[in-house]
């Protein structure tokens, strides 16, 4: 199992301003996903981090509106850049543990409300 | 690709009556399918899961789910509902991405309410 922490827990932002959500985990992990849920929807996968390269994301996001840094094996960041309304959502960091799929971990998430 | 089926955005049921939250699957592979729970501002919690093995999994807090190829489905029930069961509950199938990592593709979630 793994254990995460996320900050902040929640925040009220400005439009056009950007936030950064860090993610801890107890213990070293090569991969990590960032996930966001918009209210009222599921979740959606915005991009794996891999410490030591560049991350990878999924269609329809992209890293000049989400970059997300992975210094070291057990940290990440996202930032939500230029923010508008319609970033309002839960943002989650997620860890798959144990090799092969045997379920992700989650973190507490990140409620994110731009006004 | 990949996608995931919940039918019922709402289930509401008694205390101490039967839980039943469908969920539906496709894939072009044999899935590896999970269920997860999310309470209240909280993160998601994994309840079960299927890889291989027994068709008939069980979970955490009296959950259980039965993998149906034929029907491919994996529908969570739970025999007496608890009051504390009163959450989202999110089927998801996982997709094998680069690097043998999985990621996981979610159903759009079901709210489970249980009234006295």
């Known amino acids: 199992s793994a254990v995460i922490s996320q900050k902040p827990s929640r925040d009220i932002c400005q439009r056009g301003t950007s936030l950064t959500i860090q993610c801890q985990v107890d213990s070293q992990v090569t991969m990590m996903f960032w996930y966001r849920q918009q209210p009222g929807q599921s979740l959606t996968l915005i991009a794996t981090a891999n410490q030591g390269s560049e991350a990878t994301y999924e269609s329809g996001f992209v890293i000049d509106k989400f970059p997300i840094s992975r210094p070291n094996l057990t940290f990440s960041t996202l930032t939500v850049s230029n923010m508008s309304p319609e970033d309002s959502s839960i943002y989650l960091c997620?860890?798959?543990?144990?090799?092969?799929?045997?379920?992700?971990?989650f973190g507490q998430g990140t409620r994110l409300t731009v006004v | 690709a990949q996608s995931v089926t919940q039918l019922g955005s709402h289930v509401s049921v008694s205390e101490g009556a039967l839980v039943l939250l469908r969920c539906n699957y496709s894939s072009s592979v044999p899935p590896y399918l999970f269920w997860y729970v999310q309470y209240p501002n909280q993160g998601l919690q994994l309840l079960l899961k299927y890889t291989t093995g027994a068709t008939l999994v069980k979970g955490i807090n009296g959950f259980e789910a039965e993998f149906k190829k034929s029907e491919t489905s994996f529908h969570l029930t739970k025999p007496s509902a608890h009051m504390s069961d009163a959450a989202e509950y999110f089927c998801a199938v996982s997709e094998s991405i680069r690097g043998g990592y999985n990621k996981l593709i979610f159903g759009a979630g079901t709210r489970l309410a249980v009234h006295p």
């Open positions: 997620s860890v798959e543990t144990g090799g092969g799929p045997s379920g992700a971990f």
